[in-house]
């Protein structure tokens, strides 16, 4: 079993920051990816941000600049630093993990997700 648990979501004014944390347990054989999804009411889920085991980022236009993630990779944990957030970032963010269970099974795990809102 592969857990995937989110935290720190809430409510947030245009303008502030939040940091989200993504925990990884059981019983993993790699990490290849983590990366950072949302879906706001009405809409598809979208790529926030992902980082690979090797550091590599990449970031939805619509957060760069004012995003950051980060991994640390003996803790299993990833991080989303939301800064300058405005009210078109209000939704629900989930972590998503990619690798490998065992040597010869692959792994696509999601959290259950945790709700910001941003608004005054």
């Known amino acids: 079993q592969v857990q995937v648990v989110e935290s720190g979501g809430g409510l947030v004014q245009p303008g502030g920051s939040l940091r989200l944390s993504c925990a990884v347990s059981?019983?993993?054989?790699?990490?290849?990816?983590m990366g950072w999804y949302r879906q706001a009411p009405g809409k598809e889920r979208e790529l926030v941000a992902e980082v690979t085991i090797s550091g590599s980022t990449q970031y939805a236009d619509s957060v760069k600049g004012r995003f950051t993630i980060s991994r640390d990779n003996a803790k299993s944990m990833a991080y989303l630093q939301m800064n300058s957030q405005k009210p078109e970032d209000t939704a629900v963010y989930y972590c998503n993990v990619k690798g490998r269970r065992t040597s010869y099974m692959s792994m696509n795990n999601w959290g259950k997700g945790t709700l910001v809102t941003v608004s005054s």
């Open positions: 059981g019983s993993i054989f790699s990490i290849n990816s």
